[in-house]
């Protein structure tokens, strides 16, 4: 079985981010690996070990992506394809799905596992949008993932009223949630033999899409500005004799808040 | 004027809250209003959706919609938003919405945006702000294309009661089950109890009920008051609570007008949770806890002796 | 008395002896290198002071009495060394006597009387040690065959020498010297059994025998003694008597300037390594020469296991079975260890590459049958243990069992890839924000909000740094402790700076958990910024910093002057900088931490700043000091769940919460959450307050 895995280059969520003047301030800023996205790895690199699949990782823009393609590697990805483009600076999840379709399609693919979103945009479109565009069966929130052969897996989601088990036939995509596995840390060894693994790199023109296809006239939507997110303020806090302090409390639930 | 299809949220034949907010949005914003709804023996919900606001009800009723199954909820989507000619498709804040509304949108070649918290109807189009990068940051995006296919966060926009609309029931085609993708089952973790995500109120319990006993007095209060029953992480990793019962970034995002969290410390990820509640009662032991940071009240108490006044305080102010 | 017959017996003994020590030595020299020659004098002093003055049993307040029931024995042995050389020239010569040592010197009448008191404290040790194996029973002990066998022997040697000067005597007194037998006579001394007091007590049991009967046991006594003394000899090598021998020698090449063997650095890119397999320990044959030597050494006394916090709370950490393991092991695989270490230096000398890779196959070949951690060492073991040292502390021949571990750890960690996985976490977070939480290391300042303290990157003109540690800047309970330091040294007026956003963790989780990798980038990283500073001395905030600035990051260029808080805020008392007042209520103790005190020696600034704000009196906890009893955190265990047994925080918690005071002191993050969440746990939270010293000094400045 041949599996392609989508990696995204997004900012480390766990650092403040400031907006000034309608943008983000880059300053001080860390890039890390997707955590969907490093699900999506270690997920493949199970299937590898599990049921000898090949696998190989795509990642769209970022520029220099090296370290998170390696580290990839390290955790057992075989091949990896980094495009990038000036064109690709804004792309959306509709730009995405068609360039990673192009991938998908020179590849072969029976399987595309990416993260159900990115930690930047939380978006959730691209892999579902991606299936669409290649004619494939896609299901999205995927929490376990059974090979039943070589044309049928079996996987999990998890849905609104429960967990849906789900037939899907290959070639297909699913995206996975953070609930699927804990991505294993690449161990010495994987690292250093990463180190030697070859980049497929690429632009656009290499990949045989045009600036248009991708560029500013492909763009669905756009981002016109950042704002700061508005930040829950701290109400009042009540110490005292607990029958007391919850009286009161009660009491303004009904008159201030008004919620009763 | 603009024109809005509403995704109706039909979970066991019953209408949710999130379809009367987004139909109030719409007649806010001045558009002409319509509905999609599918599953099987929904029919009968006509009137509700006319009652909540919608004009026409686009109704797909049939057995082989039974289980949610997203590429032929799709299709009678698109045949609904093609039919009424809607510029805006917006769904509410469900996992069957963020399956089905990238789909919608690559079929109608419509720019799609997820978890919405406002949009705006300019001179040059429409535009929608939502959050980005884990809730850190506001997003104002500018929709390029003629129609957008939107997932609305969940208590983003308010619900209005009164603006009854029109019935006007538009059957669908019935498309064919997805044979690529086959449902086999869904191992259901319906408990007959209250839909967090639909509850008005909820009570949350944490670290600080400890046990069983814990849980089960702070459960106590959730049926006073007939709210949702939540948790946090812990208890959930801890077995106390199932795993559904999560609020959290990796669980329910629940955004009710009354969320109580009782013995719950405010680790961030649960607040990414809750944080979009109207208003937030806080019970806990530690004065520094982080939870009195996005508190509207905050009650420093040992939860076991607060709860039973509690009970008591909100029987009196009920009455 | 029989030249013949002494000659054969020693030529006999001798050889077996000789080929057994060859054996023994060889191994040894067949094992990694280890450098142990410097500073002679400071190891003659630990000789002196340790092997010679028996200090770890005797100076011991625990076990006082066995430990000078042993330290007799050993005394004695040593006082009889010279006897032995005597009995073995008379067994050649007849009236056989030492120059200096003979009858006409003073100093041969004070060696005879010595050697015939110690013959009958032996005696009675030897007697005591039997009744305490047999009957006390303590737990530590291992009742085995051949503790009895060598008590018993210890017993016929002291029996056997006593009997032949009890014979002398009465064929000379009784029986009017019929064999002319030597003795000592000077005038001035007068007559040799007036100094043997214990030889004639001996005497007066076989009195009523005979003249001949009395030569035969002479005789019999003589040859029995010689015989029983070369049997033990050779039955040293053997078992765990071979410390008669070697532990002198161990004690001497014991580690200086650190309390064991620093943990190697390891060159990751080194292909060779990656190759034979030898980056961590792997397999038996990787152990140092000194590690062989302290498996040799292990008197399986038990102690180690006795003090372990691990085995204490039914972790399967046993350090005796641990020490026996890997000596059975290595034993096992001697021939192997041998011929495999001939081949390597061959390969060494080989230009040819095709017979190279013949002699590495061969090599390959010599493996042992078991893995090493697995089969002789199981991975539960390997992990419980939190580093603490109580086992080498208290070692009484200073095994260093640490490094053994730490060295498994990292074999397992970058070779097997076989680690407790539950270390991901803090491990990637180490890797992405320097700490373990995997906080935004954007926030590791956010503490010292408000409190006007000097960023590095403001200004870097600053007497000291002061290294706040992961803890110190990201954990709620903590940071109170590094408000309560910011406060001391500002009172002090003293010209300092934090790192901030620069400052990363030092590492020391991932190398305790054998994680070389991630310890050496985060060091590596730390000691570019501290360099690029130009820092010259560190107040650390926890012990474990301390321990990582101080001594493990000079072996990757980052030399500094680091000391405690403790030390550095004892050192302001006693310069007059800050003034204390005696104002806390309440009785106080001191929960010393393992890598304060045992790794750093670090004992009595704590208590002198402890007793200078203590109203109400300071208590030690029976477990104190250089016996402290771990919190259960170092070792990299704060990052994994205790699973197996009792948690160690709540034995100590326990321990504290039986002492009756109202604050229990520390002086580590580590310990102050442990014995905190322990108190917690107990419900006596309320009533006895874990508080930092720091916390502590804060509160009671003048």
């Known amino acids: ?260 | 004027m603009a024109k809005v299809l509403v995704i109706a949220d039909i979970k066991q034949g019953v209408l949710k809250g999130s379809t009367l907010e987004l139909l109030s949005k719409a007649r806010a914003i001045g558009a002409e209003t319509a509905v999609v709804a599918i599953g099987n023996n929904i029919s009968s919900l006509a009137a509700d959706l006319a009652k909540a606001g919608s004009d026409t009800q686009y109704i797909a009723d049939d057995a082989g919609l039974d289980l949610f199954s997203a590429g032929p909820y799709a299709s009678c989507v698109v045949d609904a938003a093609k039919q009424s000619n809607a510029d805006m498709i917006w769904f509410g804040f469900s996992e069957g919405g963020k399956a089905v509304a990238p789909r919608v949108a690559a079929q109608l070649g419509a720019a799609c945006a997820t978890e919405i918290t406002d949009v705006t109807l300019t001179n040059g189009g429409i535009e929608i702000v939502r959050p980005a990068i884990a809730n850190k940051v506001m997003q104002r995006v500018k929709v390029n294309t003629k129609q957008l296919v939107a997932v609305v966060r969940a208590g983003a926009f308010q619900a209005v009661e009164g603006n009854t609309g029109k019935e006007n029931v538009v059957k669908l085609a019935i498309p064919a089950a997805d044979l690529k993708a086959v449902i086999k089952e869904i191992v259901s973790d319906a408990t007959g109890e209250i839909d967090l995500a639909d509850a008005d109120i909820v009570v949350s319990v944490g670290r600080g009920a400890k046990d069983q006993a814990g849980v089960n007095l702070v459960k106590e209060l959730a049926n006073d008051l007939k709210a949702g029953f939540g948790s946090s992480r812990a208890m959930v990793d801890g077995g106390f609570m199932a795993h559904n019962k999560q609020v959290g970034q990796t669980g329910k995002i629940v955004a009710p007008t009354l969320y109580m969290a009782m013995g719950i410390s405010g680790a961030i990820q649960h607040l990414a949770g809750m944080n979009g509640s109207k208003v937030i009662l806080a019970v806990n032991k530690d004065p520094e806890a982080p939870i009195f940071n996005v508190a509207d009240y905050g009650i420093v108490g040992d939860l076991f002796e607060v709860v039973p006044i509690l009970r008591e305080e909100l029987k009196k102010i009920r009455k | ?702």
Request: proline letters at 3%.
């Open chain 1, 1 to 260: 079985m041949k599996i392609l895995t989508t990696v995204k280059k997004v900012v480390d969520v766990e650092l403040n981010i400031h907006v000034k003047d309608g943008a983000i301030v880059e300053d001080g800023l860390q890039y890390v690996i997707n955590a969907w996205d490093e699900n999506a790895v270690e997920a493949a690199v199970q299937l590898k070990e599990k049921n000898n699949a090949e696998t190989t990782l795509v990642s769209l823009g970022g520029g220099d992506n090296a370290d998170i393609i390696r580290k990839c590697y390290a955790m057992g990805i075989d091949e990896g394809i980094h495009v990038d483009d000036p064109a690709l600076a804004k792309a959306d999840s509709a730009v995405y799905a068609n360039v990673l379709k192009k991938v998908v399609e020179k590849g072969g693919y029976d399987l595309v596992i990416t993260g159900k979103q990115a930690q930047d945009t939380d978006s959730g479109q691209t892999g579902i949008m991606l299936a669409e565009a290649l004619g494939y069966p896609c299901v999205s929130n995927v929490v376990s993932i059974d090979v039943l052969d070589d044309t049928h897996i079996k996987v999990s989601r998890l849905g609104d009223s429960g967990t849906e088990i789900i037939e899907l036939a290959l070639p297909g995509v699913i995206t996975v949630s953070d609930s699927i596995n804990e991505p294993r840390l690449p161990a010495m060894r994987g690292i250093m033999m990463a180190k030697k693994k070859k980049i497929d790199s690429m632009d656009l023109a290499g990949l045989g899409i045009s600036g248009a296809e991708a560029g500013s006239n492909a763009l669905k939507s756009e981002v016109v500005e950042f704002m700061a997110s508005k930040t829950r303020k701290a109400g009042r806090k009540f110490e005292g004799d607990a029958a007391k302090i919850t009286a009161e409390v009660v009491g303004l639930l009904a008159t201030e808040a008004k919620v009763f």
């Open chain 3, 1 to 702: 008395m029989n030249p013949l017959l002494m000659s054969i017996l020693l030529i006999v003994a001798l050889a077996i002896f000789g080929r057994t020590m060859v054996q023994r030595i060889q191994l040894l020299m067949a094992l990694e290198p280890a450098h142990r020659t410097d500073r002679i004098m400071d190891r003659i002093k630990n000789v002196a002071i340790i092997a010679l003055g028996q200090k770890r049993l005797v100076g011991r307040k625990k076990e006082f009495a066995s430990g000078l029931m042993h330290a007799f024995i050993f005394w004695g042995f040593c006082v009889l060394l010279i006897r032995s050389i005597m009995l073995y020239g008379e067994g050649f010569v007849e009236g056989f006597q030492l120059p200096l040592f003979n009858e006409n010197f003073l100093l041969g009448y004070l060696y005879i009387g010595l050697k015939d008191i110690m013959e009958g404290i032996v005696l009675v040790m030897a007697a005591y040690a039997i009744f305490r194996r047999a009957v006390i029973k303590p737990e530590r002990l291992h009742n085995t065959w051949e503790a009895y066998f060598v008590l018993c022997m210890i017993v016929t040697l002291m029996v056997s020498d006593l009997l032949l000067d009890g014979a002398r005597y009465n064929l000379i007194t009784l029986h009017n010297n019929p064999h002319n037998l030597d003795f000592f006579n000077n005038i001035r001394y007068g007559h040799e059994f007036i100094w043997t007091p214990v030889s004639v007590a001996a005497a007066s049991l076989i009195s009523p025998l005979g003249a001949d009967a009395t030569g035969y046991i002479l005789m019999a006594m003589f040859w029995l003694h010689i015989i029983t003394q070369l049997t033990f000899l050779n039955f040293l090598p053997l078992g765990k008597h071979f410390h008669v021998i070697t532990s002198l020698p161990n004690v001497f090449l014991k580690s200086l300037g650190y309390p064991h063997e620093k943990t190697k650095v390891l060159d990751l890119e080194n292909e060779a390594a990656w190759e034979d397999e030898s980056l961590g320990m792997n397999h038996i044959h990787q152990l140092t020469w000194k590690q062989g030597l302290d498996l040799y050494t292990c008197t399986e006394c038990g102690r180690c296991k006795e003090v372990c916090p691990a085995f204490s709370t039914d972790k399967p950490l046993n350090l005796y079975d641990f020490n026996m393991d890997l000596k059975h092991e290595l034993l096992d695989n001697a021939g192997r260890v041998i011929q495999r270490k001939k081949l390597a230096l061959a390969l060494a000398n080989e230009p040819d590459e095709a017979k190279k890779e013949e002699i590495k196959a061969q090599m390959a070949g010599l493996k042992s049958e078991k893995a090493l951690v697995g089969d002789v060492i199981q991975e539960d073991t390997l992990w419980a243990c939190t580093t603490c040292r109580a086992c080498e502390e208290v070692c009484p021949v200073t095994i260093e069992h640490v490094p053994r571990i730490i060295a498994m750890r990292q074999g397992q960690t970058l070779m097997a890839e076989a680690y407790p996985k539950e270390l991901n976490t803090a491990l990637k977070g180490l890797e992405r924000n320097g700490n373990p939480w995997g906080i935004g290391y954007d926030k590791r300042a956010d503490w010292a909000e408000g409190l006007g303290v000097k960023l590095m990157a403001e200004d870097s003109d600053v007497d000291y740094l002061l290294w706040v540690g992961c803890a110190g800047s990201f954990d709620d309970r903590t940071k109170k402790v590094s408000v309560s330091l910011v406060k001391i040294l500002q009172k002090a007026g003293i010209n300092f700076a934090i790192l901030g956003t620069e400052e990363k963790c030092t590492g020391d989780f991932a190398r305790r958990a054998g994680n070389e990798m991630m310890y050496q980038m985060m060091a590596q990283e730390n000691i570019e910024t501290l360099n690029a500073y130009k820092v010259k001395k560190i107040i650390a905030a926890c012990p474990h910093c301390l321990n990582t600035l101080k001594h493990e990051y000079p072996q990757l260029g980052g030399n500094y002057e680091v000391v405690h808080h403790t030390e550095f805020i004892e050192g302001l008392v006693r310069s007059g900088k800050i003034k204390l007042n005696k104002t806390l209520e309440g009785a106080l103790t001191y929960h010393d931490p393992c890598y304060l005190g045992r790794y750093n020696s670090v004992y009595d600034q704590p208590r002198s700043l402890l007793s200078a704000v203590s109203k109400d009196g300071f208590k030690e906890l029976d477990r104190h000091g250089n016996e402290s009893f771990c919190c259960g955190a170092g070792g990299a265990r704060m990052w994994l769940e205790e699973t197996i047994g009792k948690r160690i925080n709540l034995a100590r918690a326990e321990e504290i919460a039986g002492k009756d005071v109202a604050t229990v002191a520390v002086g580590c993050p580590f310990c102050l959450t442990m014995v905190e969440d322990g108190m917690k746990e107990l419900g006596r939270e309320e009533d006895i307050k874990t508080q930092d010293i720091a916390e502590l000094v804060a509160k009671n400045l003048a």
